[in-house]
């Protein structure tokens, strides 16, 4: 492997770092986007419950708050739940924008690293072309060089789509699961919203 990157030159050190920044943000995002980490199944169900029996303490909200992303945003809805239908809304809809910010964390980073590494490959296929016209004389071709130049060219244009087609991939995926998981807490929350004003049974 070693070899392979001595091959590729110095171009392929970014793109190295590039794919260590993706492997690091990809294991970040997996673990910070599972379900049970945002939007607990049954979380809804049960701040409700407590809300009717009227055993919902501000310790126990410091706890829901505490517990997941979709506790932030039910959490914020019951300190106002005294408040007009509108105030309990605005309160929720600006601690869901945190919680929305918070989701797509990283998620800038790794697109431009999906859009940015075919480019660094393709600098270093530049670098190895300029290698190998570099190598011609009148006198004859330095063999070497020439090789060397070819390496350059190829070995870095190969990792920059290895590169961005995993880290693309990625990308779009966490996007979507964002998508999803900021719409099921929105609906949730509508819910609690129906619930607390007495519009809806759960």
Request: proline residues 4%.
């Amino acid at each position: 492997m070693f070899s392979i990157i001595q091959a590729a030159g110095w171009p392929v050190w970014p793109l190295i770092l590039a794919s260590i920044a993706a492997v690091t943000i990809i294991i970040e995002r997996s673990l910070s986007l599972r379900q049970s980490v945002v939007a607990p199944t049954g979380l809804l169900q049960k701040v409700v419950q407590e809300y009717r029996a009227g055993t919902l303490t501000q310790e126990t909200l410091v706890k829901v708050q505490h517990a997941s992303h979709l506790g932030r945003i039910l959490a914020a809805g019951l300190r106002n739940v005294n408040s007009p239908r509108e105030v309990m809304k605005e309160s929720i809809e600006e601690t869901g924008s945190a919680v929305a910010h918070d989701l797509n964390r990283f998620m800038t980073t790794l697109g431009t690293i999906a859009s940015l590494a075919p480019l660094m490959g393709l600098l270093g296929t530049v670098v190895g072309m300029i290698e190998i016209f570099g190598s011609q004389s009148p006198t004859g071709n330095n063999p070497a060089v020439l090789a060397h130049g070819i390496s350059v060219a190829l070995y870095n244009t190969a990792f920059g789509i290895v590169i961005a087609v995993p880290a693309m991939g990625f990308y779009r995926h966490f996007r979507a699961r964002v998508d999803s998981l900021l719409i099921d807490m929105e609906q949730q929350a509508i819910k609690l919203v129906e619930v607390v004003h007495g519009d809806r049974k759960l």
